[in-house]
């Protein structure tokens, strides 16, 4: 094979690595933003319910849903490429 053709066959794989890249993160932004609304559903059911097993259990359900967001927010800042410590740039705006 010629050289331009190896490499466009080599940019087909390097974007159908990005585009599932994109994909997923559509995915996991989606899932962040139901977990973010349930969150604020049980916040407020958490506020009108008196001290007992069912303020336990939604507090139980806060808890997880918590920390499946912030699993969430960590593979989103690995597939941008951006680690937790990682500074944001002066000139872009955060996420």
Known sequence: MKTKRLLARLA???SA????QREELKSIRKVLKKL??????LNARLEQTPPGDEYEE????LQVIYAQRRK????VRALKGRTPQDPLPEDQPPP
Do not use: C, P
């Not at 690595?17 to 599932?20: G, K, M, S």
């Not at 973010?36 to 559903?41: G, I, L, N, P, S």
């Not at 939604?58 to 359900?61: E, F, P």
């Open 12 to 14: 087909g794989f390097l």
């Open 17 to 20: 690595d990005q585009t599932a």
């Open 36 to 41: 973010k609304a349930k969150e604020r559903d």
């Open 58 to 61: 939604i507090a139980q359900k």
């Open 72 to 75: 969430g927010v960590e593979r």
